[in-house]
């Protein structure tokens, strides 16, 4: 059996770090899962979630050039449901959305031509206030 990227194969846990877990492969191959692929949630410790002599589904996700293989538990299955109220990934707890001065967000653009009229606002109103900031120190004997 060749391990080629996207590969998902079944593994044992042999050996377990504080960066990681070390699977033994069919073959007499082996490969690191990283701490960072074992679960979706946050892996503080690799032992929280793993044992040593674990049967693990992996998924092969990169060999680089010296052969090691990395690889993945959490790509190996399907992701968890989204929690009811989180729109989006990276959207922030409370629907704070990066809303202005307790200003609402704005509603989400569609296009292409929205996004740049939303960006360019935006970026009139910093530079205005920067600009303001600029005059009130300089008549306060700031920088000149």
Sequence with gaps: MEF????????KVTGITKFGAFVSLPEGKSGLVHISEIAYSYVNDVKDHLKEGQEVKVKVIGIDENG??????????D???RPAGQSRPG???????????GKPAPAEPTTFEDRLKQFMASSDSKLSE???AERRSS???GRK
Aim: glycine share 22%; proline share 11%.
């Design 130 to 132: 920067l600009r303001q």
């Design 91 to 101: 959207s922030r707890p409370g629907g704070f959305n990066g809303g202005f001065r």
């Design 79 to 81: 992701p968890p449901p």
């Design 68 to 77: 090691r293989i990395n690889l993945s538990i959490k790509k190996a299955m």
């Design 4 to 11: 080629g990227v996207g590969t998902i194969v079944e593994g």
């Design 139 to 141: 008549r306060r004997g």
